[in-house]
């Protein structure tokens, strides 16, 4: 398996930032619900984590998924800049979901069992704050689910660390290059953070 040194022995990309199928070609715009709601969350290298979201929801509420930038105070950040951390924005993932179909509280329940949350700045080999574990809300009913789930995995997953996820607002979101966009369904074989798998956790109480 490749290594996380191998992210930096590649072409860093600024092409236009257009939505693509894995085999390359051009995605077709599929209208959105109106009910369509975002999750944004941030958990080490993006491109596993994209992977991760789009192999366990698909079909079961998953709208759209889409890897970028935010966090941070630089505007327009290319990934050389976000990968050297320059910039202050982390790799993020942002999903686009049916919540008649899976509940917030559900994906954000699948991101803290899919990363460690417990190594500040770091998943894996991948090391600075682009690498953060963070939740991005969008409104007040979105930050108390994100406060509330965080506790609970706190006190009920996670009790031999300390989860150090940051809980912010959501303020500007930049798409990454289309070279990341389903970077693994692209290359297979491509990197993956070994922080990136699935936990056998039980389910949580009720929030």
């Known amino acids: 398996m490749p290594t996380f040194l191998s992210r930096f022995f590649r072409p860093f990309t ?7 199928n894995p085999d390359g070609t051009a995605a077709t715009t599929t209208a959105l619900p109106d009910n369509a709601q975002k999750c944004t969350v941030a958990a080490g290298c993006f491109w596993g984590v994209e992977h991760l979201f789009r192999k366990h929801f698909d079909g ?3 709208l759209d998924a889409r ?4 966090g941070g105070n630089t505007k327009n950040p290319s990934y050389r800049a976000v990968c050297f951390g320059n910039t202050g924005h982390a790799e993020a993932l942002q999903v686009t979901f049916d919540p008649a179909k899976v509940s917030y509280s559900t994906l ?7 990363h460690d949350p417990t190594t500040k700045n770091r998943q ?3 090391a600075g704050t682009q690498y953060r574990s963070a939740v991005f809300y969008e409104n007040e009913e979105q930050e108390g689910i ?13 009790r031999a660390g300390k989860v150090t996820t940051e809980v912010l607002p959501l303020e500007q979101w930049y798409d990454a290059e289309t ?11 491509g990197y993956e953070c070994p922080a990136h798998y699935v936990r056998s956790f039980p389910p949580l109480s009720s929030l």
């Open 14 to 20: 600024t092409s236009t930032r257009l939505s693509l």
């Open 60 to 62: 079961k509420g998953l």
């Open 67 to 70: 890897v970028g930038y935010t």
């Open 108 to 114: 954000l329940e699948f991101f803290y069992k899919m």
């Open 124 to 126: 894996g080999g991948d």
């Open 146 to 158: 994100a406060r509330a789930v965080t506790e609970k995995v706190q006190s009920e997953w996670w």
């Open 179 to 189: 070279y990341h966009q389903l970077y693994l369904d692209k290359n297979p074989g």
